[in-house]
């Protein structure tokens, strides 16, 4: 595939079509790498990260902790 480098704000931007999307099982909106390999610009697909929940929880310190929060009562149909 050919294609022309453009401005998109105020950075270059590339535009890939849906044939070299679909070879290179890339979606839109997916995360990529992109690097700079031996003077090519190389786009690697990322794996979405996934955050365990115990993990989470297990960076919960006393130091860290927030308090509980009032936002008022309801005010409209909300069911409690």
Do not use: C
């Amino acid at each position: 595939m050919q294609t022309i480098i453009k401005k998109w704000g105020n950075s270059p931007a590339l535009r890939l079509n849906a044939a070299v999307m679909k070879s290179a099982q890339l979606n839109i909106d997916q995360l990529v790498s992109v690097k700079v390999q031996k003077g090519r610009i190389v786009i690697e697909p990322m794996a979405k990260q996934e955050y365990p929940l115990d993990e989470l929880l297990s960076g919960i310190t006393a130091k860290n902790l927030h308090g509980e929060a009032d936002f008022g009562g309801p005010l409209g149909k909300e069911l409690l």
